[in-house]
């Protein structure tokens, strides 16, 4: 497995070359998400987490993210970009609803080492 945290760290070819070998390659922008999936950390829970608590978060997160997009991957033997760029696009966005609290792939709810936290 490769995972690729920069953005446009590895070209299309490497990418496609690895693909044909059966290496799995985790693109750019599934593994540089760290910031986006610290805030749906922050702000998804209903009660603002303490600083263990998203960082739990994140890497519950970005686990079940990549585990569905592996398994996605290998069950439809397409590159696991392909089944990232499907992820996304079968996303549902609503403008008149908070951004962060509605990921998928945040089910296991944070309370335990969450705290109220004045803001």
């Known amino acids: ?34 910031g986006s999936a610290s805030m749906e950390a922050l702000f998804g829970p209903t009660r603002c987490p303490s600083p ?19 398994d996605e991957a290998r069950r439809r033997g397409l590159p696991l970009r392909q089944v990232a760029y499907d992820t996304a696009a079968a996303a549902r966005v609503t403008p008149d609803q908070p951004p962060y609290g509605t990921s998928p792939f945040l089910t296991r709810p944070l309370t335990a080492t969450s705290r109220p936290v004045r803001r």
């Open 1 to 34: 497995m490769v995972v690729v945290g920069a953005n446009c760290g590895l070209s299309p070819q490497a990418e496609h070359a690895l693909h044909r070998a059966g290496v799995l390659v985790v693109p750019d922008f599934v593994g540089g998400i760290g």
């Open 52 to 70: 263990r608590g998203v960082l739990d978060g994140v890497t519950e997160l970005m686990r079940q993210l990549v585990d569905h997009l592996t």
